[in-house]
């Protein structure tokens, strides 16, 4: 049997190595100091020529039960950590039970080959400095001494403010801000600054922390009035609220697995009920126009309690804050509805047209 090893020695990386028998590999995602999720990414070395079978432990997630480790569409698989593709998107699986395993013949010349439950979206792919010459700058250090980035563009006396990996693990969302953020360069709009931190746990990004559940408690329950942040990230974002007029906030999200596959508008206690219903209208019809994107199903809102510590419970506080919410996309979609690299980029284009739209609407 030829040697082959498995490893997460890559940005991103996150796998634990139960055992190897003959060509079965027994794999499971690395909790780490984080609630038990279900997210990996491995990178197989030395595989070549070989058909290796790929069985990862489910995890036990809460109320949830067990979730997918696998996708409908097989795993993500890459040779470069930036192009991602399905392994079997043409043949979706559905079955709860079969969302565990996949099986892969390496090429012969298939000398490393990345596998990840979803498709990464690391740091690097934040290329907004190349793409179109916008300044990257340092937000802070992470406690690790993790290089935090943010991105400031647009001229106005009012403010939209652009989040996402607030949890490290849910790295589709970033493709939605991602195209989102295009959309929002190439077309502006006018009056607002547009500030963005697309990696709010920074460090957990960069070494494929789950990050959902982090303990003692997630970036996502940082957020409060009354108490000190233990994250250099939020607290300076909340420098950034205090010393901004922000009029609106998006905060971009990943829900669950498998069985969460449609784009969501999270409605926080029954605020801006309005509003949401408005904006999912909007963006149900400016997603339907845009050729191969994400389609969002109008009416899809999630109803959440007002819950302390959130990042947009904490800006819907502010008075100035005109509209705040927060946008789960689904990690692969569904067979119906597919997620891909480009179908994300695109939604995140609607998306923001459909914040242009709603703003028109709203604004005051």
């Not at 997630?61 to 930036?82: C, N």
């Not at 990840?116 to 690097?124: E, F, G, I, P, S």
Request: charged share 25%.
């Amino acid at each position: 049997m030829k040697n082959f090893t498995v490893s997460d020695k890559f940005e991103g990386g996150n796998i634990i190595v139960d055992k190897i028998e003959g060509n079965d590999v027994y794999i499971k995602p690395d909790f780490r100091d984080s609630n038990p999720w279900f997210s990996w990414a491995m990178k197989v070395e030395g595989a070549n020529g070989l058909k290796l079978n790929f069985n990862v432990e489910r995890p036990i997630v809460g109320r949830f039960g067990p979730q997918a480790t696998v996708g409908y569409f097989g795993p993500a698989v890459s040779h470069d950590l930036k192009t991602w593709k399905w392994l079997y998107p043409e043949n979706p699986v559905t079955e709860m039970d079969e969302l565990y395993h996949f099986t892969y013949q390496f090429g012969e010349n298939e000398d490393c080959v990345y596998f990840a439950h979803h498709m990464v979206y690391n740091v690097c792919n934040f290329d907004f400095d190349k793409q179109y010459g916008l300044e990257i700058k340092e937000l802070c250090k992470d406690v690790d001494g993790t290089s935090c980035p943010y991105v400031t563009f647009g001229e106005g006396d009012k403010v939209i403010l652009l989040t996402s990996r607030h949890h490290a693990c849910e790295a589709p969302a970033s493709y939605v801000l991602h195209g989102a953020m295009q959309e929002l360069i190439e077309n502006p709009l006018d009056g607002f600054k547009i500030i963005c931190v697309p990696f709010v746990d920074v460090r957990g990004v960069v070494k494929g922390d789950q990050g959902k559940g982090r303990l003692p408690h997630d970036h996502n329950r940082d957020y409060n009035y009354d108490e000190p942040s233990i994250y250099p990230t939020v607290k300076a974002i909340k420098e950034i609220v205090k010393n901004n007029p922000i009029k609106y906030s998006f905060d971009f999200h990943d829900p669950m697995s498998a069985g969460s596959d449609k784009i969501c508008i999270v409605n926080h206690g029954g605020h801006w009920e309005q509003e949401d219903q408005r904006l999912s209208e909007l963006y149900a019809n400016l997603s339907a126009e845009y050729d191969g994107a994400f389609k969002h199903v109008q009416g899809s809102i999630t109803r959440i309690k007002t819950i302390p510590g959130m990042f947009s419970t904490y800006v819907g506080e502010d008075p100035r804050v005109r509209y705040a919410t927060t946008i789960e996309a689904p990690y692969y979609g569904c067979p119906e509805n597919m997620m891909t690299e480009e179908s994300y980029k695109k939604s995140g284009r609607a998306f923001a047209n459909a914040i242009r739209q709603l703003i028109k609407e709203i604004d005051k």
